[in-house]
């Protein structure tokens, strides 16, 4: 099944008037910087492509360094050659990059599209706009996927957060990403900590030892991961029998390449990704990607790339538009982070005390790491 794409003009496109001046001429090329795999093939797919359909005079050039963003933006900036146009990020990142100012601030209401009905940009994405820099795209989570086929096991299957850390019942390899996000938290909550003092605990000696300690308990039987593709791949090729990444890349393992594997939801860690503009971009670019943007982040689109992962639109006005895979024809609402059967407890991550205090403990965890 293939979604078709309306085609947007923006000539008519309320901008400021530097963004406005801008459109006089559109560079005929975009580097855009995502994660790879399956998220960054349904960006490919939902609007990349009906984008270049559109003007096929463009072509559009992809980065899979988004892990990197901040160091990469830091070092260009540095530099004073900023070769990346548009870069998908996490919204702590976001933050980071626009305190930097590193990355465009926007007006929403000026940039983006409206709803169908139109309510502004602004109103529609809601809450998910936690900084002025940043474009919001997709609510996901990180959260474990597991091999549903370990005879060491004995027919019991994982359940709970602090399955993760019980090499006895559920021995095996490991897969965790190579930060400390979500790691330290999850090993806090299953060290004892609770929920809401989990990040007062953070701020501690006590507390970040107290992670490390938990961590120190399966780090033998850890593989460490940078890209998302990396868990379900280890999962399918049975390297791993529990890791984390995010919930669409499970969902593809399992749904689309059908290997025994399954979710284990407990403890998922909401999270945000979307845009940031590079600051200092030339006319030109800059141009191009303010009409990439207007018709990436439409109503449409992102009810589009919902067709292809399971990961809810940041959009409200896209939520209704969400139906079924574009190509299994399954029914992709129970496979959202935010369906209720799968939310029954889920982590609340703070974007704004991670932009804070993540130069310092990504230190603290390498160190660890390389201990």
């Given at each position: ?44 797919a ?94 996901y989570?990180?959260?474990f ?7 060491e ?5 994982p ?31 299953c ?26 308990t ?112 399954i ?41």
């Amino acid at each position: 099944m293939k979604l078709k794409s309306a085609i947007v003009l923006t000539t008519g496109m309320a901008m400021s008037a530097t963004m406005a001046s801008a459109e006089a001429h559109m560079a005929d090329s975009l580097t855009l910087v995502s994660w790879g795999g399956a998220y960054q093939a349904s960006q490919v797919a939902a609007y990349a492509e009906p984008y270049m359909e559109n003007n096929p005079g463009v072509e559009i050039v992809w980065d899979e360094s988004s892990n990197e963003a901040v160091a990469r933006l830091r070092a260009m900036n540095e530099a004073g050659n900023i070769t990346w146009d548009l870069v998908d990020v996490v919204a702590s990142d976001a933050i980071r990059l626009c305190d930097e100012g590193l990355a465009m601030e926007i007006d929403h209401d000026e940039v983006l599209a409206p709803a169908p009905d139109g309510t502004p940009a602004s109103e529609d994405f809601g809450d998910l706009i936690v900084s002025d820099c940043f474009i919001p795209q997709i609510v996901y989570s990180t959260t474990f996927g597991y091999r549903t086929d370990v005879e060491e096991w004995n027919g019991r299957t994982p359940d709970d957060i602090c399955d993760v850390f019980d090499l006895e019942a559920f021995p095996g390899q490991r897969s965790l990403e190579r930060r400390p996000i979500n790691n330290m938290e999850w090993a806090l909550l299953c060290s004892g900590v609770a929920e809401e003092d989990v990040y007062d605990m953070l701020e501690t000696e006590e507390g970040i030892q107290m992670a490390f300690d938990k961590l120190e308990t399966i780090r033998d039987e850890t593989v460490w991961w940078s890209a998302g593709a990396d868990t379900p791949q280890l999962l399918a090729d049975g390297e791993v029998v529990i890791g984390s990444t995010y919930n669409g890349r499970l969902f593809s393992v399992i749904e689309e390449q059908d290997q025994p594997v399954a979710m284990l939801w407990d403890a998922q860690v909401y999270d945000l990704d979307g845009w940031i503009i590079p600051e200092g971009l030339p006319e030109d670019r800059l141009a191009r990607v303010l009409d990439f943007l207007y018709f990436a982040t439409d109503t449409q689109r992102l009810g589009d790339q919902a067709a292809y992962i399971s990961y809810g639109p940041a959009r409200a006005s896209s939520a209704p538009l969400v139906g079924d895979h574009a190509e299994l024809g399954i029914a992709m609402a129970p496979h959202m982070p935010t369906d209720p059967a799968n939310a029954e407890r889920t982590f609340l991550y703070n974007y704004e005390w991670w932009a804070d205090y993540r130069d310092d403990l990504d230190a603290r965890f390498q160190a660890w790491l390389s201990q």
